[in-house]
């Protein structure tokens, strides 16, 4: 009877949420004048387009209170309790604004993820998985803000165009970094995104590189499992980044998602990252 709910952010599978009947909350989509709901009116392949082709400008909006009161009340009128894990506050108002709706009704429980994509979506699996083993509420909402300062969410940019158009970064910035070859990593850091290490060359040989750094303490690293999340990257790239994280034997599961609209509007294509729990 516990009922789990996400923002559209935390980009878990279409598997997953159907086997855990997962309910998500669609954040806006802005294309020049044009709103769209993540997942629902538009794609990320949409944003590409728009973006890359027709040259628009994209941007995203996050959920207000009202549209959480009305996502919330069928779902606290069918279950004990709800509880929703939101997009990091320190990049969107969602978590806020959740607050303020959870105060219209008694079992609505709101927590903060600290995170985005599915580094969101390592908590929301967590909740998922408590929640069809019987856990009551305040013992799920105890476990996930255990573990959620363990989860690890970084990427890596193949080209700054996106970051440049959203205003992220400047034209000079953007320029350089493609006349050097420069692929940049984005990483969570205390809910918020911050530039890490910056590697040079093809995407592909980058990634290689990029992986070892991120499993260079592998032993302190939790093994259950691993999110490779990307946007639009060939299933070759997909496939070589799966073959070496199965080279360490070390994940008991490697789980390939798409990453939604939000990551692809500000990265754009060709953005890949793998996401995971440390021990403590």
């Given at each position: 009877?516990?009922?789990?709910?996400?923002?559209?952010?935390?980009?878990?599978?279409?598997?997953?949420?159907?086997?855990?009947?997962?309910?998500?909350?669609?954040?806006?989509?802005?294309?020049?004048?044009?709103?769209?709901?993540?997942?629902?009116?538009?794609?990320?392949?949409?944003?590409?387009?728009?973006?890359?082709?027709?040259?628009?400008?994209?941007?995203?909006?996050?959920?207000?209170?009202?549209?959480?009161?009305?996502?919330?009340?069928?779902?606290?009128?069918?279950?004990?309790?709800?509880?929703?894990?939101?997009?990091?506050?320190?990049?969107?108002?969602?978590?806020?604004?959740?607050?303020?709706?959870?105060?219209?009704?008694?079992?609505?429980?709101?927590?903060?993820?600290?995170?985005?994509?599915?580094?969101?979506?390592?908590?929301?699996?967590?909740?998922?998985?408590?929640?069809?083993?019987?856990?009551?509420?305040?013992?799920?909402?105890?476990?996930?803000?255990?573990?959620?300062?363990n989860v690890r969410a970084s990427f890596v940019i193949d080209k700054m165009d996106y970051l440049k158009k959203g205003g992220r970064c400047s034209s000079i910035e953007a320029f350089g970094a493609t006349l050097l070859k420069i692929k940049p990593s984005?990483?969570?850091?205390?809910?918020?995104?911050?530039?890490?290490?910056?590697?040079?060359?093809?995407?592909?040989?980058?990634?290689?590189?990029?992986?070892?750094?991120?499993?260079?303490?592998?032993?302190?690293?939790?093994?259950?499992?691993?999110?490779?999340?990307?946007?639009?990257?060939s299933s070759e790239t997909v496939q070589k980044v799966r073959q070496q994280l199965e080279s360490y034997e070390h994940f008991e599961q490697i789980l390939e998602t798409t990453a939604g609209c939000t990551i692809s509007a500000h990265c754009g294509p060709?953005?890949?990252?793998?996401?995971?729990?440390?021990?403590?």
């Amino acid at each position: 009877m516990i009922k789990i709910t996400a923002d559209s952010t935390c980009d878990l599978s279409k598997e997953i949420i159907e086997q855990f009947q997962i309910s998500l909350a669609p954040l806006h989509v802005l294309v020049d004048d044009q709103d769209y709901l993540d997942g629902v009116a538009i794609q990320p392949k949409d944003i590409f387009e728009y973006v890359g082709n027709q040259g628009k400008t994209c941007s995203t909006a996050a959920i207000n209170v009202f549209e959480y009161e009305q996502f919330f009340k069928p779902f606290a009128e069918t279950h004990e309790a709800v509880i929703h894990i939101n997009l990091s506050q320190h990049l969107s108002s969602c978590y806020q604004n959740a607050k303020l709706a959870a105060q219209s009704f008694k079992n609505i429980y709101v927590i903060d993820s600290l995170n985005l994509s599915t580094g969101s979506g390592h908590l929301v699996y967590e909740a998922a998985m408590l929640a069809q083993k019987g856990l009551a509420a305040p013992e799920i909402i105890a476990e996930i803000e255990r573990i959620k300062s363990n989860v690890r969410a970084s990427f890596v940019i193949d080209k700054m165009d996106y970051l440049k158009k959203g205003g992220r970064c400047s034209s000079i910035e953007a320029f350089g970094a493609t006349l050097l070859k420069i692929k940049p990593s984005i990483e969570v850091k205390d809910g918020q995104m911050v530039v890490g290490k910056k590697y040079r060359g093809n995407f592909d040989k980058v990634l290689e590189k990029y992986i070892e750094d991120q499993l260079v303490n592998i032993e302190e690293i939790d093994p259950s499992r691993v999110f490779i999340t990307h946007s639009h990257c060939s299933s070759e790239t997909v496939q070589k980044v799966r073959q070496q994280l199965e080279s360490y034997e070390h994940f008991e599961q490697i789980l390939e998602t798409t990453a939604g609209c939000t990551i692809s509007a500000h990265c754009g294509p060709n953005t890949l990252g793998i996401l995971f729990k440390t021990l403590k």
